[in-house]
């Protein structure tokens, strides 16, 4: 079956320190990966796309990968802040106007 | 405009009660979606209209009935709901509205729904 599946429901770190992110997928061949934040109560907020073609884009403290033979995304935010603790959700489109969500990992940054 | 608002952003029915959701966006965009979100999970796709026409429907039960006015504007009507589509109701946009998997997607905060 296909699966979009993100590994820990919680993270907790440390201020200034990276947090690192991971959605793996199943039975799917994307061309695109995109990662969302959520804040509780709000809409997600789109954050980052990357293509099949790129391994690695940068957005300010905010990196993404995306390796399509291990199947599997890494996000990771630097330096980070207790401003970053949020919901975040990678994201594909698993048919033709459908983008299917992962089950999300809940970041917590301690000051 | 960057926004997609929602309104209202709460709301209590009744097991026979008649509402509806809106939703409105004035970025141009010609696709627009109704997402569902329980507490602790992740929004899972309800319905998308692109270009006014509905194109996907998640075989959503009939006392969910959407509408698209016009392209800024989408409703959700509801009757007749059960204690378990208690819920937060997520509108959502993209352009070019063409279903094509790069697009992102720009949601509204949401309605919170309570059905007693």
């Known amino acids: 079956s296909q699966k979009i599946e993100q590994n820990s429901e919680a993270l907790n770190i440390q201020e200034g320190k990276t947090a690192t992110l991971t959605c793996n997928y199943t039975?799917?061949?994307?061309?695109?990966l995109q990662w969302y934040r959520q804040d509780p109560g709000r809409g997600p907020v789109f954050l980052l796309l990357i293509r099949e073609n790129e391994k690695e884009k940068r957005k300010e403290r905010l990196k993404v990968t995306f390796d399509t033979t291990l199947k599997q995304s890494l996000f990771h935010i630097t330096a980070s802040q207790p401003a970053d603790s949020a919901t975040y959700l990678c994201a594909l489109h698993t048919s033709y106007g459908k983008l299917t969500f992962g089950q999300g990992t809940i970041l917590t940054v301690h000051p | 405009d960057t926004e997609v608002t929602q309104t209202p952003k709460h709301l209590v029915m009744g097991m026979t009660n008649k509402k509806s959701l809106k939703c409105e966006q004035h970025m141009g965009h010609r696709a627009m979606y109704w997402y569902k979100q329980k507490a602790k999970k992740p929004p899972e796709l309800m319905f998308v209209y692109s270009y006014e026409k509905l194109s996907i429907n998640e075989s959503v039960p009939s006392r969910f009935s959407p509408e698209c006015p016009n392209s800024s504007l989408l409703n959700l009507h509801l009757h007749a709901l059960q204690p378990e589509d208690s819920a937060l109701y997520l509108c959502?946009?993209?352009?070019?509205?063409?279903?094509?998997?790069?697009?992102?997607?720009?949601f509204g905060s949401g309605t919170q729904l309570s059905v007693l």
């Open positions: 039975n799917y061949s994307p061309a695109y």
């Open positions: 959502a946009s993209s352009q070019p509205g063409t279903g094509t998997k790069n697009e992102k997607l720009f």
